[in-house]
């Protein structure tokens, strides 16, 4: 069983905007807080957004505070990532993961659930 399921990853050119979409299969996706990390090619995987599974919560790493936004839809057990004014530097796979009853903390090891990832690219 795959519990998480990246989509909406693809080719954008420098300053276009990309909508990334986790669809869930976890019985109560409104009891976990959900997140978006990212990994570059021999970089180590970072945090970009999360959000704490209230929904009261939205925390942004800063290389996406402003242009990134992280929402979630527990009635139809999805969470998204709206990018914007995306640079090179944001190419990398995305993953979406998912902490029960989170604050949509930036430490991955807090997170039980993890996607296959989807690929994001930004040309320049």
């Known amino acids: 069983q795959v519990p998480l399921v990246e989509s909406g990853g693809g080719l954008v050119q420098t300053g276009g905007s990309l909508r990334l979409s986790c669809a869930a299969s976890l019985r109560t996706v409104s009891v976990y807080a959900m997140a978006w990390f990212r990994q570059a090619p021999g970089k180590e995987r970072e945090f970009v957004a999360g959000?704490?599974?209230?929904?009261?919560?939205?925390y942004y790493a800063d290389s996406a505070k402003g242009r990134f936004t992280i929402s979630r839809d527990n009635a139809e057990n999805a969470v998204h990532l709206q990018m914007s004014s995306l640079k090179p530097e944001d190419t990398a796979v995305y993953f979406c993961a998912a902490d029960r009853y989170g604050s949509g903390s930036s430490s991955g090891r807090t997170y039980e659930y993890w996607g296959q990832g989807t690929q994001v690219t930004v040309s320049s």
């Open positions: 959000i704490a599974w209230t929904g009261d919560s939205t």
